[in-house]
């Protein structure tokens, strides 16, 4: 399954959280997490059992897609059965996630799953699905709500980006009166221009600090060709988590530790600029549940 071509149709979703929830811990060593999207056709076959071998492989933690199209309740007490917790949620409505499963099913084309995302994530829809995010994360224990991606026509101008920044703060506000943090994780498109300015400082410029805190993929920015390490140095506290990735030589998606990206040193920084939570993603794979298994074989070897 590619996620370029799921996200290009619809999907990648929410983060939500309650500060003080029992699910919202620090990160302790070891405590790696993985976003439950890299497996989530294991998820629509087979749900308990898919939760159960991503805990025996020894994450800890777990990155929702919404509440996966099911009761919020439900779903924190199968993570509270396998000792899992979940500091963050990609939003997304079930209506948003049962178009993915169409999509994964083969009953609706890559084009319609597409148009259903981006339909959902208007502007004049967006702070509905943030709000959606926050009753889902008060239930599931998390403290992140993080708003997925940006598709190509949300970006198109100064003018469109400029509303969803304005949203992003509504957003931020929002989540911060619930108790909550409102995010944004990044792709690659967020790293071309308009006009003289990146997207991406735009939108860490634009947005509160401290209203809006930002997930960053390792895999995205070094995609666009930027080095990740800038942004953590520059925006010490702004992170609260990370997508663990690897890149191959050409440029593809890898299995964490099988690329050419120095992950001990990516970790490092991110981690000294505060980053407590790092989730394990591999976007493609005919493998996935053995790609979370190597992903964490690597990571139990780098020192605390």
Not at 6 to 26: D, E, K, R, Y
Not at 38 to 49: I, P, R
Not at 60 to 78: H, I, M
Not at 134 to 153: D, H
């Amino acid at each position: 399954m590619k996620r370029r071509d799921f996200l290009v149709g619809t999907i990648a979703m929410a983060t939500a959280g309650c500060a003080t929830a029992p699910h919202a811990g620090g990160m302790r060593k070891r405590d790696w997490g993985v976003q439950l999207f890299t497996v989530g056709t294991l998820l629509e076959q087979d749900f308990e059992g898919t939760l159960r071998q991503v805990a025996a492989l020894g994450y800890k933690e777990v990155e929702t897609v919404g509440s996966f199209g099911r009761d919020p309740a439900w779903l924190r007490a199968q993570l509270d059965r396998f000792g899992l917790t979940s500091p963050s949620q990609h939003i997304a409505s079930d209506a948003v996630y049962a178009s993915f499963g169409a999509w994964t099913r083969k009953e609706i084309s890559t084009e319609q799953n597409r148009e259903n995302y981006e339909r959902a994530f208007q502007p004049d829809k967006a702070l509905a699905l943030v709000e959606d995010g926050i009753g889902k994360a008060k239930l599931l224990g998390q403290r992140y709500v993080t708003w997925p991606i940006l598709m190509p026509r949300m970006l198109a101008d100064r003018a469109i980006l400029d509303r969803y920044i304005g949203i992003f703060n509504q957003a931020g506000r929002m989540c911060r009166d619930a108790g909550l943090t409102f995010a944004f994780h990044n792709h690659h498109r967020e790293f071309q221009r308009l006009g003289s300015d990146m997207i991406y400082d735009l939108i860490l410029k634009g947005t509160d600090p401290d209203l809006v805190k930002m997930e960053l993929d390792f895999y995205w920015v070094t995609k666009a060709g930027h080095d990740p390490i800038p942004y953590f140095q520059n925006n010490p506290g702004r992170y609260f988590g990370c997508h663990v990735k690897d890149v191959d030589a050409a440029g593809e998606f890898a299995v964490v530790g099988t690329g050419r990206l120095d992950l001990p040193r990516l970790i490092g920084a991110a981690r000294k600029a505060g980053v407590e939570h790092f989730f394990v993603e591999y976007d493609r794979s005919d493998d996935p549940m053995g790609a979370i298994r190597d992903s964490m074989a690597y990571l139990k070897r780098l020192p605390a």
